[in-house]
């Protein structure tokens, strides 16, 4: 335990420094990963790569990516499929808030605990989308619609792993 009364629960990892086009091009993905066509089950499980990936930079990294890719990746989404012009705009901003307020205290937890906490974010995300959706007299979609937030709060660990990878330095150049 430290000083705080924390206990630490991994080693400090030392990443290199993010490139801008990387982070680009890890929403890009994200984004295209969004636009594929599902039906049945795969569409009601698919988590929003976006949402997850916006968290992740707003996690890592708050003052390189904040609300203005949040806005621009929300307008882009609402465009692509058609929906109200501005609710994922609002979603993925309030997410970044979200991101930003915990980006100091999420990596103090361990990984159940993030992932309880990427589901609540997710969730809210969520939760903005489907008010705006029933302000403009739509019908609620049903229990299904929130299973996006739990399976984005499962592939957490991965999905974090996976942005990670570039970032660490090889063993190499470690032993030099």
């Not at 808030?97 to 609540?120: D, N, S, W, Y």
């Not at 903005?128 to 957490?156: C, N, T």
Request: one cysteine or more; proline letters at 7%; glycine letters at 8%.
């Amino acid at each position: 335990m430290n000083v705080f009364g924390f206990e630490q629960r991994h080693a400090e990892e030392i990443l290199l420094p993010v490139r801008p086009g990387y982070v680009a091009l890890s929403l890009l993905i994200a984004f295209m990963i969004n636009l594929l066509p599902l039906e049945g089950m795969a569409l009601a499980l698919r988590p929003d790569f976006v949402a997850l990936v916006l968290l992740y930079w707003g996690l890592e990294y708050p003052r390189r990516v904040g609300f203005v890719p949040a806005f621009a990746l929300g307008l882009a989404m609402d465009v692509s499929v058609g929906s109200l012009f501005g609710q994922h705009a609002l979603a993925y901003c309030a997410l970044m808030f979200g991101a930003i307020a915990m980006h100091r205290r999420l990596p103090l937890f361990g990984v159940r605990e993030q992932i309880l906490h990427v589901f609540g974010v997710l969730l809210a995300a969520q939760l903005i989308v489907l008010v705006v959706r029933l302000a403009a007299d739509s019908d609620f979609p049903g229990w299904w619609y929130f299973l996006p937030a739990v399976s984005g709060a499962i592939l957490w660990p991965p999905v974090r792993h996976l942005l990670r990878a570039p970032l660490r330095p090889r063993a190499a150049a470690q032993d030099a």
